[in-house]
């Protein structure tokens, strides 16, 4: 999370028209960038093309950032600022809620209530417990979406996560609070739908 000494050598090349010293720069922040925008997004394709047009507008904005704030919280603002921009733009159309989407990577790193609900020793109950977390958190706002991936996804703490939305502190615990509630909500309607349908 802290800044390295590398990093601020890197803006400062990169802004010298050092184009190896960008792609370093790239090459740091891409998952975390492609995670955020999937969330937002909703879909590998479009999140792909955003993280591209994301590091265009970094490049671009490059000259304005400021060295005492952390560059990941730098670039997930604008990441999360574009991706809530194409969201707006193509919502008029439609957005999928029904296909469960996991990430590459396969990071789930989500402390949801109930942690005893599935037994450890049924991998395939596992599996498919992903699967409905995965689906639920596409049921999410893109607001508590994006304060839940950056929280429990990046790792980014409460005022970190603040500043790359440009919310109070405040605000962002009550969505993660909103997000955790609204999980748990969805998870115990599907999985207890689930259970009650096993025995007919």
């Excluded at 999140?47 to 994301?54: I, K, T, Y």
């Excluded at 979406?145 to 440009?166: K, N």
Aim: proline letters at 4%; aromatic letters at 6%; hydrophobic letters at 40%.
């Amino acid at each position: 999370m802290a800044q390295g000494p590398d990093e601020k050598q890197l803006v400062r090349k990169a802004l010298d028209g050092d184009v190896d010293a960008f792609r370093e720069l790239v090459r740091a922040y891409q998952s975390a960038v492609f995670h955020l925008s999937v969330r937002i997004l909703r879909n590998r394709d479009d999140a792909d093309d955003a993280a591209q047009e994301v590091f265009v507008k970094v490049y671009q904005a490059l000259r304005s950032y400021n060295p005492r704030y952390a560059l990941k919280s730098w670039i997930l603002r604008i990441t999360h600022n574009h991706c809530i921009d194409l969201l707006r733009k193509r919502r008029k159309g439609m957005v999928s809620l029904d296909e469960p989407l996991s990430l590459a990577d396969g990071e789930t790193e989500w402390d949801l209530p109930d942690p005893d609900a599935v037994d450890p020793s049924e991998a395939v109950e596992a599996e498919e417990l992903k699967e409905v977390l995965a689906a639920a958190i596409d049921r999410l706002s893109p607001n508590l979406q994006a304060a839940i991936t950056l929280r429990h996804v990046e790792g980014l703490h409460y005022d970190e996560i603040a500043d790359v939305l440009g919310i109070p502190l405040g605000t962002v615990k009550v969505r993660i609070f909103r997000a955790r509630e609204e999980l748990a909500r969805l998870l115990s309607r599907r999985l207890g739908g689930r259970g009650g349908s096993g025995g007919n």
